[in-house]
């Protein structure tokens, strides 16, 4: 009887150790990592230092370099919505939209979308319920 309890006690100590062992491990890795925000925050600052120094021949090594780590080709605009390195207005680029759900959630972006003169497809699983929601975005 001994040995049985000796070996579940044991055990239950290693698991404890382990577990709390590898709590502090993992979030000692998270909190020694650097914010997100931060990262992208000193990105916008070197893609503007490099706009205001260089212009639009210092921009595109940068967006190389951010396609190439990310996968996203982006695209630098300013206030208005215009590329600042190919003129293009990315500011009416959104054609149509779906949203999925006439809740309270997708009856406002299905409203905002419609405000801005955006033609919306609006997807519901009932039609009474489509219908509670057409009618909460009239009454808006």
């Not at 990592?33 to 000193?42: E, G, I, L, T």
């Not at 207005?89 to 419609?114: H, P």
């Amino acid at each position: 009887m001994r040995t049985l309890f000796t070996k579940i006690l044991l055990w239950f100590l290693l698991t404890v150790v382990v577990t709390f062992w590898g709590t502090f491990y993992v979030s000692s890795i998270f909190q020694n990592r650097p914010q997100d925000n931060v990262r992208f925050r000193f990105e916008l600052s070197e893609a503007r230092n490099l706009w205001e120094t260089q212009g639009a021949t210092g921009l595109t090594p940068f967006f190389a370099r951010l396609k190439r780590i990310t996968g996203v080709a982006a695209v630098l605009t300013d206030g208005s919505g215009r590329d600042v390195m190919t003129g293009r207005d990315w500011s009416r680029e959104i054609r149509s939209a779906a949203v999925v759900g006439a809740g309270t959630m997708g009856g406002g972006i299905a409203m905002n979308y419609a405000n801005a003169g955006i033609p919306v497809l609006l997807k519901e699983v009932t039609q009474e319920a489509l219908d509670r929601g057409l009618a909460t975005i009239r009454r808006n």
